[in-house]
């Protein structure tokens, strides 16, 4: 079975600094999808980004930009220019290709906080 | 455009009550699915359904039970709620259950059993 694992319960960063949310899983597929998921206060799930196994190219959204690393098995979140509405619990998360994506697998979760 | 809807958002029961939380999507996804969130940790899967008539158990099935009689509601039961049933619950709805698909999330229910 699948697992994920954020080794870092909480963060914190200064506005406007960079900061990166580490991630780590366990596979023996080839072939998956990666996800990092944020929930502010409101409670509501948000997809800040996702990684295809299969493309060697980090992501990109924006202000927020991944570290894939396939070998490793290694997934970091790094958020440039922080904002205080980056305040949130982030999720990183794990979704196998065909044959056992019915679900995600999450990770416990870093409670990332932003001083302004 | 809804999306996404949970109802209610808020639940307080006593234990051996039984309840349904509902989730209904408004896209047409065939993929729907129940996670609960306990503190400290994330979202486990309950039971999800890849469509209409079709369901099957999560990582924490015991306890619940669900139907899906049409592609837009998927409710969730609780026979007889007990205190470890206590959790943020969501429900989440996808075009199909391909891993590259976009997961979208309901806004959660909190329920408490006393």
């Known amino acids: 079975a699948q697992t994920v694992t954020q080794s870092q319960p909480e963060m914190s960063v200064q506005e406007a600094e960079t900061v990166t949310l580490s991630c780590t899983y366990d596979t023996s597929e080839s072939d998956y999808y990666l996800f990092w998921y944020k929930q502010p206060p409101s409670r509501q799930m948000i997809l800040v980004i996702r990684?295809?196994?299969?493309?060697?190219q980090n992501a990109t959204e924006n202000r927020f930009s991944v570290n894939f690393q396939k070998a490793a098995k290694s997934f970091s979140l790094k958020i440039s220019d922080s904002q205080l509405g980056d305040a949130a619990m982030y999720f990183c998360?794990?979704?196998?290709?065909?044959?056992?994506?019915?679900?995600?697998?999450f990770g416990k979760g870093t409670k990332l906080t932003v001083n302004p | 455009n809804a999306g996404v809807t949970q109802t209610p958002k808020f639940q307080v029961l006593k234990t051996g009550q039984s309840m349904t939380l509902q989730c209904a999507q408004d896209m047409n996804h065939e993929y729907m699915s129940w996670y609960r969130q306990d503190p400290g940790m994330g979202l486990r899967l309950i039971h999800y359904s890849v469509g209409a008539g079709i369901t099957d158990q999560g990582e924490v099935p015991n306890g619940y039970n669900v139907s899906r009689s049409t592609t837009e509601d998927f409710p969730l039961r609780l026979l007889s709620a007990a205190p470890s049933q206590t959790s943020v619950y969501f429900c989440?709805?996808?075009?199909?259950?391909?891993?590259?698909?976009?997961?979208?999330f309901g806004s959660g229910t909190q329920l408490s059993v006393l």
């Open positions: 998360a794990y979704r196998s290709d065909w044959g056992g994506s019915e679900k995600l697998v």
């Open positions: 990684q295809e196994a299969y493309k060697q």
């Open positions: 989440a709805s996808s075009y199909s259950n391909r891993g590259d698909e976009k997961l979208f």
